[in-house]
């Protein structure tokens, strides 16, 4: 399975993204999903499982199942949309909240036996390269993290342009 994480609205992204993958789970804003407040409830309370009821509170699990975490965000100097953003927060129960380290660099531990693949696709019109640096370390540091078995991440100057490259996927 295949999670497509995206901050398009939804009249363009069924526009542009018409031959999605199948077998893709798509994650996208629906005004409902509450920030993560670091309660650490996930970890503690309900392991795996965000304490948070707004319909995104399997996000740990869902990842466990996950052959592909595919994002689709604007660049935001060097980082994420906040709804993006807001999703991986939110799936820290993937985690353990015991750490390791990595590469000379402190992450979590793994809670489930997978081996995903992290796929990052940028969009926005002249980004810095201090910004794509930026974005390159943090998606580098995300796939750490998530213990990805691979990561790519790919910069777009419009999300038409992105989109041609997604659907020949």
């Excluded at 499982?49 to 996000?59: A, P, Q, R, S, T």
């Excluded at 974005?135 to 419009?158: H, W």
Aim: hydrophobic fraction near 35%; aromatic fraction near 14%; proline fraction near 2%.
């Amino acid at each position: 399975m295949n999670i497509l994480i995206h901050d398009v609205n939804t009249q363009e992204f069924e526009r542009l993204f018409h031959n999605t993958i199948e077998n893709t789970h798509i994650i996208s804003d629906t005004g409902f999903i509450k920030n993560c407040v670091g309660c650490f409830g996930c970890w503690i309370k309900t392991p795996g499982k965000c304490v948070i009821k707004d319909g995104y509170e399997n996000l740990g699990e869902l990842f466990s199942r996950a052959d592909n975490v595919m994002v689709i965000s604007k660049c935001f100097y060097g980082g994420y949309s906040p709804f993006v953003k807001n999703i991986l927060d939110r799936s820290i129960s993937y985690l353990l909240p015991f750490f390791k380290i990595k590469n000379n660099e402190t992450h979590h531990q793994q809670r489930y036996k997978n081996n995903l693949k992290f796929i990052s696709y940028f969009y926005g019109e002249n980004l810095t390269s201090l910004e794509i640096a930026t974005a390159k370390k943090l998606v580098r540091a995300n796939s750490i993290n998530f213990s990805a078995s691979d990561y790519s991440v790919s910069f777009f100057e419009s999300i038409t342009q992105l989109s041609e490259e997604v659907n020949t996927l």
